[in-house]
């Protein structure tokens, strides 16, 4: 991170569907604390609110098409629903890999070997954790040719097949916990971030509901690295 500007961050944020999916009450508790945490960080960040199919894909072809050379890295957040086919714009459904192929190594070269971050707030699918009881026994640059896949991170707020939890009112188990730790492990290499994130939502949640299929679940989010690097927000 040698570059004085860490670079842009990107929040879409639909609650509200014209394919007929529920409203995603709570969500705006989820975006402005990203916001919020992301600016401390020295991003420059922008919200999007409510983005069809179409918009989300212009969204990311006007990023690739930015000049990232002296920034550090990309950030970009996704509150919606989800299925394990993809992620819900309030249109249709959108693939993660339609959004991110504009910003691989081979369509956008000023983000080429820096890191590419996805944070993704949307079920994976229906099933849900019931949980189980267990003890806790825990303690110079060269020029080279590199995956297009390269240097891209997913977090994602829940592992495939599996629904993602939000409260109405505090905003997403995920997101909740994210916005608590990285502030304050800031110093951190992103992973070591990312597991104490993991064991937050996994150890500190668990749902409260009237209906008995969804009361008393457990979730843990899921990270998917192809990072290069280890990373850090501050030195």
Same mark, same amino acid.
């Given at each position: 991170?040698?570059?004085?500007?860490?670079? %842009?961050?990107?929040?879409?944020?639909?609650?509200?569907?014209?394919?007929?999916?529920?409203?995603?009450?709570?969500?705006?508790?989820?975006?402005?604390?990203?916001?919020?945490?992301?600016?401390?960080?020295?991003?420059?960040?922008?919200?999007?609110?409510?983005?069809?199919?179409?918009?989300? %894909?212009?969204?990311?072809?006007?990023?690739?098409?930015?000049?990232?050379?002296?920034?550090?890295?990309?950030?970009?957040?996704?509150?919606?629903?989800?299925?394990?086919? /993809?992620?819900?714009?309030?249109?249709?459904?959108?693939?993660?890999?339609?959004?991110?192929?504009?910003?691989?190594?081979?369509?956008?070269?000023?983000?080429? /070997?820096?890191?590419?971050?996805?944070?993704?707030?949307?079920?994976?699918?229906?099933?849900?954790?019931?949980?189980?009881?267990?003890?806790?026994?825990?303690?110079?640059?060269?020029?080279?040719?590199?995956?297009?896949?390269?240097?891209?991170?997913?977090?994602?707020?829940?592992?495939?097949?599996?629904?993602?939890? %939000?409260?109405?009112?505090?905003?997403?188990?995920?997101?909740?916990?994210?916005?608590?730790?990285?502030?304050?492990?800031?110093?951190?290499?992103?992973?070591?971030?990312?597991? %104490?994130?993991?064991?937050?939502?996994?150890?500190?949640?668990?749902?409260?509901?009237?209906?008995?299929?969804?009361?008393?679940?457990?979730?843990?989010?899921?990270?998917?690295?192809?990072?290069?690097?280890?990373?850090?927000?501050?030195?």
């Amino acid at each position: 991170m040698d570059y004085n500007n860490m670079g %842009r961050c990107v929040i879409i944020n639909n609650e509200i569907f014209t394919s007929g999916d529920t409203k995603r009450c709570g969500t705006d508790v989820d975006a402005g604390a990203l916001k919020e945490t992301f600016e401390k960080l020295g991003y420059k960040v922008s919200v999007h609110k409510d983005l069809t199919r179409k918009q989300m %894909r212009r969204l990311m072809q006007d990023v690739a098409e930015e000049d990232h050379s002296k920034k550090s890295s990309f950030v970009c957040a996704i509150l919606s629903h989800g299925t394990e086919e /993809g992620i819900m714009a309030t249109d249709k459904l959108i693939t993660l890999e339609e959004l991110t192929s504009y910003i691989k190594g081979d369509e956008c070269r000023s983000l080429c /070997g820096k890191p590419k971050l996805f944070f993704l707030q949307a079920c994976r699918g229906t099933d849900v954790d019931v949980g189980v009881d267990a003890v806790d026994a825990a303690p110079p640059p060269t020029k080279k040719m590199i995956p297009i896949e390269a240097d891209f991170l997913y977090a994602y707020a829940t592992p495939p097949g599996y629904y993602a939890w %939000r409260n109405e009112c505090n905003g997403s188990w995920f997101i909740q916990s994210l916005c608590d730790i990285l502030p304050r492990h800031k110093h951190r290499e992103l992973m070591q971030i990312m597991t %104490r994130v993991n064991r937050k939502v996994a150890y500190d949640f668990q749902s409260c509901s009237s209906k008995m299929a969804y009361d008393a679940k457990k979730v843990v989010p899921c990270i998917t690295s192809m990072l290069t690097k280890d990373f850090y927000f501050a030195k």
